[in-house]
């Protein structure tokens, strides 16, 4: 053999190994995010990670130093996920109302792929850990702030109701993309799609300024001219 050959021999050697440990990582932290999901930090040890994805102890520490570094590994790709998934996808829509109505879809793709996320968010918020839940808490307020952006531009261009408290709208819409995510593994007769279908309608119904004179148009004729000349 050849130094050439050998030189590529070792290349696709160490090509090998890269793909099989990426794989390997990838294997780790899908197992620790259902296992966090389901049973929490704290009562989840690296053994029951180990076993979750059939690999050794060993192998779990060749990767992450322990479960602290697990948990940001997982966090990291959650936002890695995010900005894929949702922040992209809007961005490239410019009025506050599709933006509003892509946020519902988008989330209804990203639940749909990983439903474990919601989860693992609301059970490490819930436990109360001392450095782990304020981490998620601000993950939890970065998102409202940016659904608040979308309603505040709605509220500037006149196509969301000027009276609505944007926060509080803001909080009231990640509840229900939460709350949808419950929902549907409660009751597997309910499917997220539906589940958060119906929630776009009602929050858009909610929110929308242009809906709320569809609905005094349809009253008595004193309601329609208050609509006509109350914009």
Same mark, same amino acid.
């Given at each position: 053999?050849?130094?050439?050959?050998?030189? @590529?021999?070792?290349?696709?050697? @160490?090509?090998?190994? +890269?793909?099989?440990? +990426?794989?390997?990582?990838?294997?780790?932290?899908?197992?620790?995010?259902?296992?966090?999901?389901?049973?929490?930090?704290?009562?989840?040890?690296?053994?029951?990670?180990?076993? +979750?994805?059939?690999?050794?102890?060993?192998?779990?520490?060749?990767?992450?130093?322990?479960?602290?570094?697990?948990?940001?590994?997982?966090?990291?790709?959650?936002?890695?996920?995010? @900005?894929?998934?949702?922040?992209?996808?809007?961005?490239?829509?410019?009025?506050?109302?599709?933006?509003?109505?892509?946020?519902?879809?988008?989330?209804?793709?990203?639940?749909?792929?990983?439903?474990?996320?919601?989860?693992? !968010?609301?059970?490490?918020?819930?436990?109360?850990?001392?450095?782990?839940?304020?981490?998620?808490?601000?993950?939890?307020?970065?998102?409202?702030?940016?659904?608040?952006?979308?309603? &505040? &531009?709605?509220?500037?261009?006149?196509?969301? $109701?000027?009276?609505? &408290?944007?926060?509080?709208? +803001?909080?009231?819409?990640?509840?229900?993309?939460?709350?949808?995510?419950?929902?549907? !593994?409660?009751?597997?007769?309910?499917?997220?799609?539906?589940?958060?279908?119906?929630?776009?309608?009602?929050?858009?119904?909610?929110?929308?300024?242009? $809906?709320?004179?569809?609905?005094?148009?349809?009253?008595?004729?004193?309601?329609?001219?208050?609509?006509?000349?109350?914009?």
């Amino acid at each position: 053999m050849t130094d050439k050959e050998r030189l @590529v021999c070792m290349i696709a050697s @160490v090509s090998l190994k +890269a793909q099989q440990s +990426a794989v390997t990582r990838k294997a780790i932290l899908a197992s620790c995010l259902k296992l966090f999901a389901k049973y929490g930090f704290s009562t989840t040890s690296i053994d029951d990670i180990a076993r +979750a994805a059939g690999i050794t102890k060993g192998a779990v520490y060749w990767h992450f130093v322990n479960k602290e570094e697990l948990f940001q590994a997982i966090l990291e790709e959650i936002r890695a996920r995010w @900005v894929e998934t949702v922040q992209q996808p809007l961005s490239k829509e410019t009025a506050p109302v599709s933006r509003l109505e892509a946020l519902f879809d988008c989330y209804s793709k990203l639940f749909a792929e990983a439903p474990e996320i919601c989860l693992f !968010l609301q059970r490490i918020l819930l436990e109360g850990h001392k450095e782990f839940s304020p981490q998620v808490g601000r993950v939890f307020t970065q998102t409202a702030r940016f659904i608040r952006k979308i309603i &505040d &531009d709605g509220r500037v261009q006149g196509v969301f $109701r000027n009276d609505l &408290d944007s926060m509080v709208t +803001a909080h009231m819409i990640l509840g229900s993309l939460s709350g949808a995510t419950q929902q549907s !593994l409660a009751n597997r007769s309910l499917t997220l799609t539906a589940l958060l279908g119906e929630a776009k309608s009602m929050t858009m119904a909610r929110i929308s300024r242009s $809906r709320l004179h569809g609905h005094s148009l349809e009253g008595t004729g004193h309601e329609m001219s208050t609509a006509q000349f109350n914009p």
